[in-house]
């Protein structure tokens, strides 16, 4: 008997088949509410891209409720012809120039709503560019004044899908109004509306970036997909997806910095068996953790950069970012295999990230997720500000078996604010590169153009570029010749304002405009230049009828370090206030400007007053009082701010003086707020600082303490003690760098000999004995036998006694003779120093120059480290 095939199991057979073929497998997630509709549609039709039915609205029972006059009422158009749109619900739209609501009833929980966007002109009353509306729904503001076409256009062109979360409550019905703005028109191809599972996005848990807690998002917060990436993998497309039809793109290099690009994408392994132990399967499809991105297996490399990824965000909301893991290589089977360091936002998500010790073992999917808050201003002319999404390999082997990193999938979602708008601003339209192709009625289609047209074309041209030429050419002449011109603004009748979106409270720092800028500075007259520095220039202005005088520091825009240090000032210093610390005026960052406007400092640097320059030397109490003014000021930073906060900067130059001679802390651009806790106790993050003046400990590992301000206010010591620079090349090599040749003498009892010479004499012994003592103390290699600033604060301040104590006393002065011999100031068993141009490895000597263009002080001009020996230095002495 022949073997035969019932219709069930060939029914059967035939279905698996077909999965097979649409490389698909059932939905994992089923939801309960999955509503398609093709606006200005009617009947059904069904799609390619997602195989799902979408319904037409008209006549339906989801048919919208009009408001407005009866000539306004909302049109029913065929989108023209795109090959990138030419399915549902693309293909029609409804078009309205009064305001219109979707009222569907739906079931209570929690809820996507997708907008889907063709903007086209469908006919001369709809024109494409003259769409511009606000979206609201459940009591939130999807989208404000939205111009489909301009967005469209600014990514990529139609079709443009919008992605929304909120909450349904019990016996609610979803209302979704589109009101056009003035003159305008609102428009709408399809809306989708898919149940979520409970929790998938609405959690409890999410860490707090920068602080203690975790951040709740409950059924009162509304978010917006931002992106949705398979890091490392291919597109999945909305039916590949566990059932709720969300989009991955997948081009993650897009967002790559320069150096993160050469890292490698992983292979996809097709046959490991994913477990889903940890999370829930409908989390993400399978394909996102199998395959990703990692930094590779070199060691040497990976500790020297970061994998990073730069992802542009509207600023002033707080940000749900959620990272996908799943361990997937052969090597990595352990705890510790493959741990690594994560930064969002220049802050410490994660001090040891271990995917296995998440998750338990190999494919095992897991996902961690964050808040983020992006309350900086942009900068140069921009709207978005960039999150810096950063894995870094850890630099010590003990604690992980490859130093690599490794992510598979992520999320960003937009948190709505107080006011519960999700809205942000419009991208600047992309300019016209070319001419419109002619219309099908002119009758010059399919012709030749007249050569009239032609000649006039180009003599119009010319003439255009002559105008331009000759504009430039007078502006560049004008701006020298109208200094008399520009009036002297009175600041104090201009109210306090903010930038746009600037998060800044506006009673702690004023927003200038660049017209009040310019008539404080006499319109950047050189005669007003106080200071040079690698970022820009720095002006003396007045402010307030020219009773107030300002220092205003006008940093170059085409500055990338510049723009990252004018918002970090502005941040730190707007919440600062303390009596050592120079208090930030305000700021302008109007036309791509980056100015900075402070107390004026009327004695100017400490550095000023100690060496190379025409000021007399200043008397050696006078420097004590300055040096606890400037402890006080950096011990304030770390631990009196709200969040401990690393200067990163101590120098000389950044120490000034006002008119009653109290030193204050000043620039603030490389300073870094740190939220590490007692089982965290340091930032690992690139190297930033001035040559001379760098923690030697920080240079080698890359993290950051408080005490590496403590070595460079060690060095600042030794300046004020020795009245020379932390570097300099025109001296023996042994001498080039103060603090190791401080400690040298200081091993050799000899210090007395670098001494200031117009100190000799004016200095109580036992105060120097105790001064020294402080210096050398800060100048430990080893960071953990520095002393804290509290500690230097009261040494500085005994020091001080002892030198008021002994003035008009019997007490010896300077060092004590025994003979020929000098008897050694404060002698110690310190292991000297070797200056940081010379490796720890006793390799060639080689110290790396830069340009005078790019005199900044950072290891790096991004989020990115660079190799250990290459980093510039500011060779300026008056610094930034």
Same mark, same amino acid.
């Given at each position: 008997m022949k073997p035969t095939i019932t219709p069930l199991y060939l029914s059967l057979f035939l279905h698996i088949l077909t999965l097979l073929v649409a490389g698909q497998s059932p939905a994992i997630y089923s939801p309960v509410d999955d509503i398609t509709l093709a606006c200005g549609n009617s009947g059904q039709q069904s799609t390619n891209f997602d195989r799902r039915i979408w319904i037409g609205d008209i006549s339906s029972k989801y048919s919208p409720i009009e408001v407005g006059k009866s000539n306004t009422t909302s049109q029913f158009r065929k989108a023209p012809p795109s090959s990138s749109a030419s399915q549902p619900p693309y293909t029609t739209a409804r078009l309205s120039y009064s305001e219109f609501t979707y009222k569907i009833p739906l079931s209570p929980g929690q809820k996507f709503i997708r907008l889907h966007f063709n903007p086209a002109t469908y006919n001369p009353d709809f024109d494409r560019s003259n769409s511009l509306f606000s979206v609201k729904a459940g009591g939130f503001t999807l989208l404000g004044d939205f111009n489909a076409s301009v967005t469209a256009d600014f990514y990529g062109g139609p079709p443009l899908i919008r992605e929304f979360c909120v909450n349904v409550e019990t016996e609610q019905s979803l209302n979704i109004t589109f009101t056009p703005a003035k003159d305008a028109y609102a428009f709408i191809n399809g809306i989708e509306i898919v149940s979520m599972p409970t929790s998938l996005y609405y959690t409890s848990s999410p860490k707090f970036i920068g602080r203690e807690t975790s951040y709740a998002i409950g059924n009162g917060t509304a978010l917006e997909m931002v992106y949705r990436i398979n890091i490392g993998g291919s597109p999945i497309s909305p039916n590949e997806d566990?059932?709720?039809?969300?989009?991955? =793109?997948?081009?993650?290099?897009?967002?790559?910095?320069?150096?993160?690009?050469?890292?490698?994408?992983?292979?996809?392994?097709?046959?490991?068996?994913?477990?889903?132990?940890?999370?829930?399967?409908?989390?993400?499809?399978?394909?996102?953790?199998?395959?990703?991105?990692?930094?590779?297996?070199?060691?040497?490399?990976?500790?020297?950069?970061?994998?990073?990824?730069?992802?542009?965000?509207?600023?002033?909301?707080?940000? %749900?970012?959620?990272?996908?893991?799943?361990?997937?290589?052969?090597?990595?089977?352990?705890?510790?295999?493959?741990?690594?360091?994560?930064?969002?936002?220049?802050?410490?998500?994660?001090?040891?990230?271990?995917?296995?010790?998440?998750?338990?073992?190999?494919?095992?999917?897991?996902?961690?997720?964050?808040?983020?808050?992006?309350?900086?201003?942009?900068?140069?002319?921009?709207? +978005?500000?960039?999150?810096?999404?950063?894995?870094?390999?850890?630099?010590?082997?003990?604690?992980?078996?490859?130093?690599?990193?490794?992510?598979?999938?992520?999320?960003?979602?937009?948190?709505?604010?107080?006011?519960?708008?999700?809205?942000?601003?419009?991208?600047?339209?992309?300019?016209?590169?070319?001419?419109?192709?002619?219309?099908?009625?002119?009758?010059?289609?399919?012709?030749?153009?007249?050569?009239?047209?032609?000649?006039?074309?180009?003599?119009?041209?010319?003439?255009?570029?002559?105008?331009?030429?000759?504009?430039?050419?007078?502006?560049?002449?004008?701006?020298?010749?109208?200094?008399?011109?520009?009036?002297?603004?009175?600041?104090?009748?201009?109210?306090?304002?903010?930038?746009?979106?600037?998060?800044?409270?506006?009673?702690?720092? $004023?927003?200038?405009?660049?017209?009040?800028?310019?008539?404080?500075?006499?319109?950047?007259?050189?005669?007003?230049?106080?200071?040079?520095?690698?970022?820009?220039?720095?002006?003396?202005?007045?402010?307030?009828?020219?009773?107030?005088?300002?220092?205003?520091?006008?940093?170059?825009? =085409?500055?990338?370090?510049?723009?990252?240090?004018?918002?970090?000032?502005?941040?730190?210093?707007?919440?600062?206030?303390?009596?050592?610390?120079?208090?930030?005026?305000?700021?302008?960052?109007?036309? !791509?400007?980056?100015?900075?406007?402070?107390?004026?400092?009327?004695?100017?640097?400490?550095?000023?007053?100690?060496?190379?320059? +025409?000021?007399?030397?200043?008397?050696?109490?006078?420097?004590?009082?300055? &040096?606890?003014?400037?402890?006080?000021?950096?011990?304030? %930073?770390?631990?009196?701010?709200?969040?401990?906060?690393? $200067?990163?900067?101590?120098?000389?130059?950044?120490?000034?003086?006002?008119?009653?001679?109290?030193? +204050?802390?000043?620039?603030?651009?490389?300073?870094?707020?740190?939220?590490?806790?007692?089982?965290?106790?340091?930032?690992?993050?690139?190297?930033?600082?001035?040559?001379?003046? %760098?923690?030697?400990?920080?240079?080698?590992?890359?993290?950051?303490?408080?005490?590496?301000?403590?070595?460079?206010?060690?060095?600042?010591? &030794?300046?004020?003690? &020795?009245? !020379?620079?932390?570097?300099?090349?025109?001296?023996?090599?042994?001498?080039?760098?103060?603090?190791?040749?401080? +400690?040298?003498?200081?091993?050799?009892?000899?210090?007395?000999?670098?001494?200031?010479?117009?100190?000799?004499?004016?200095?109580v012994n036992v105060c120097l004995n105790k001064f020294v003592e402080i210096a050398i103390s800060c100048l430990h290699d080893n960071g953990n036998e520095r002393p804290s600033m509290n500690d230097i604060v009261g040494g500085l301040e005994f020091a001080l006694n002892l030198q008021q104590s002994a003035e008009g006393s019997d007490l010896d002065f300077n060092v004590e003779k025994k003979g020929d011999d000098e008897v050694p100031i404060m002698n110690s068993s310190d292991v000297v120093f070797s200056g940081i141009w010379e490796e720890s490895s006793g390799s060639n000597s080689r110290v790396t120059k830069t340009s005078s263009s790019d005199q900044n002080s950072t290891a790096s001009e991004s989020i990115k480290g660079l190799s250990g020996t290459v980093f510039s230095e500011i060779y300026d002495p008056n610094g930034r």
């Amino acid at each position: 008997m022949k073997p035969t095939i019932t219709p069930l199991y060939l029914s059967l057979f035939l279905h698996i088949l077909t999965l097979l073929v649409a490389g698909q497998s059932p939905a994992i997630y089923s939801p309960v509410d999955d509503i398609t509709l093709a606006c200005g549609n009617s009947g059904q039709q069904s799609t390619n891209f997602d195989r799902r039915i979408w319904i037409g609205d008209i006549s339906s029972k989801y048919s919208p409720i009009e408001v407005g006059k009866s000539n306004t009422t909302s049109q029913f158009r065929k989108a023209p012809p795109s090959s990138s749109a030419s399915q549902p619900p693309y293909t029609t739209a409804r078009l309205s120039y009064s305001e219109f609501t979707y009222k569907i009833p739906l079931s209570p929980g929690q809820k996507f709503i997708r907008l889907h966007f063709n903007p086209a002109t469908y006919n001369p009353d709809f024109d494409r560019s003259n769409s511009l509306f606000s979206v609201k729904a459940g009591g939130f503001t999807l989208l404000g004044d939205f111009n489909a076409s301009v967005t469209a256009d600014f990514y990529g062109g139609p079709p443009l899908i919008r992605e929304f979360c909120v909450n349904v409550e019990t016996e609610q019905s979803l209302n979704i109004t589109f009101t056009p703005a003035k003159d305008a028109y609102a428009f709408i191809n399809g809306i989708e509306i898919v149940s979520m599972p409970t929790s998938l996005y609405y959690t409890s848990s999410p860490k707090f970036i920068g602080r203690e807690t975790s951040y709740a998002i409950g059924n009162g917060t509304a978010l917006e997909m931002v992106y949705r990436i398979n890091i490392g993998g291919s597109p999945i497309s909305p039916n590949e997806d566990t059932g709720m039809y969300r989009n991955w =793109e997948a081009a993650d290099d897009q967002y790559l910095d320069e150096a993160s690009k050469k890292f490698s994408v992983l292979p996809q392994n097709n046959t490991i068996k994913l477990n889903f132990t940890t999370i829930p399967e409908y989390s993400a499809p399978k394909a996102v953790y199998v395959t990703g991105r990692s930094m590779g297996m070199n060691k040497i490399i990976n500790k020297n950069y970061n994998l990073t990824w730069v992802l542009p965000l509207d600023p002033k909301f707080y940000y %749900l970012v959620r990272l996908h893991f799943c361990e997937f290589e052969g090597d990595i089977i352990n705890y510790s295999d493959r741990s690594f360091q994560i930064y969002l936002a220049n802050q410490t998500a994660e001090e040891l990230a271990d995917v296995i010790g998440w998750s338990g073992g190999t494919g095992i999917p897991v996902y961690r997720d964050y808040v983020v808050g992006m309350f900086m201003s942009p900068v140069g002319g921009q709207k +978005k500000v960039d999150l810096f999404l950063v894995l870094s390999a850890l630099q010590k082997d003990s604690y992980t078996s490859y130093n690599d990193a490794i992510l598979n999938g992520l999320e960003i979602f937009k948190l709505n604010d107080s006011s519960h708008n999700l809205a942000g601003p419009n991208p600047d339209p992309i300019p016209v590169k070319t001419r419109p192709k002619p219309s099908p009625n002119s009758p010059n289609n399919g012709k030749s153009t007249p050569m009239a047209a032609i000649i006039a074309g180009v003599v119009s041209g010319l003439f255009v570029l002559s105008v331009l030429g000759f504009f430039v050419f007078w502006r560049g002449r004008k701006v020298k010749d109208s200094q008399a011109k520009w009036g002297m603004l009175s600041f104090s009748t201009t109210k306090s304002t903010q930038s746009y979106g600037s998060s800044l409270p506006s009673e702690l720092c $004023h927003h200038f405009s660049l017209a009040q800028i310019r008539a404080a500075t006499q319109n950047f007259d050189d005669s007003n230049i106080i200071g040079l520095g690698g970022f820009g220039n720095v002006y003396k202005g007045t402010i307030n009828g020219a009773s107030t005088p300002v220092a205003i520091k006008r940093l170059k825009p =085409e500055s990338e370090q510049g723009a990252l240090e004018f918002t970090t000032e502005i941040e730190l210093l707007s919440q600062l206030r303390h009596l050592h610390l120079v208090s930030l005026v305000g700021y302008c960052d109007d036309n !791509r400007e980056m100015i900075l406007v402070y107390d004026y400092m009327e004695n100017g640097t400490l550095r000023d007053h100690l060496y190379n320059s +025409k000021n007399p030397p200043l008397p050696w109490e006078q420097r004590l009082q300055a &040096c606890i003014g400037a402890a006080r000021g950096l011990h304030y %930073l770390h631990t009196g701010a709200k969040r401990k906060i690393i $200067h990163r900067d101590v120098k000389s130059t950044n120490i000034l003086l006002d008119d009653k001679w109290v030193a +204050k802390v000043s620039d603030f651009g490389l300073s870094k707020m740190d939220t590490t806790t007692m089982s965290k106790t340091h930032i690992s993050t690139m190297v930033k600082g001035s040559f001379g003046y %760098l923690d030697p400990e920080y240079y080698r590992r890359h993290q950051l303490t408080e005490k590496s301000d403590v070595y460079s206010f060690g060095v600042v010591l &030794c300046e004020v003690l &020795c009245a !020379r620079p932390a570097l300099m090349r025109t001296v023996e090599k042994k001498e080039m760098n103060l603090a190791a040749w401080a +400690k040298t003498c200081h091993e050799n009892g000899t210090l007395d000999q670098i001494i200031d010479p117009n100190l000799r004499g004016k200095i109580v012994n036992v105060c120097l004995n105790k001064f020294v003592e402080i210096a050398i103390s800060c100048l430990h290699d080893n960071g953990n036998e520095r002393p804290s600033m509290n500690d230097i604060v009261g040494g500085l301040e005994f020091a001080l006694n002892l030198q008021q104590s002994a003035e008009g006393s019997d007490l010896d002065f300077n060092v004590e003779k025994k003979g020929d011999d000098e008897v050694p100031i404060m002698n110690s068993s310190d292991v000297v120093f070797s200056g940081i141009w010379e490796e720890s490895s006793g390799s060639n000597s080689r110290v790396t120059k830069t340009s005078s263009s790019d005199q900044n002080s950072t290891a790096s001009e991004s989020i990115k480290g660079l190799s250990g020996t290459v980093f510039s230095e500011i060779y300026d002495p008056n610094g930034r």
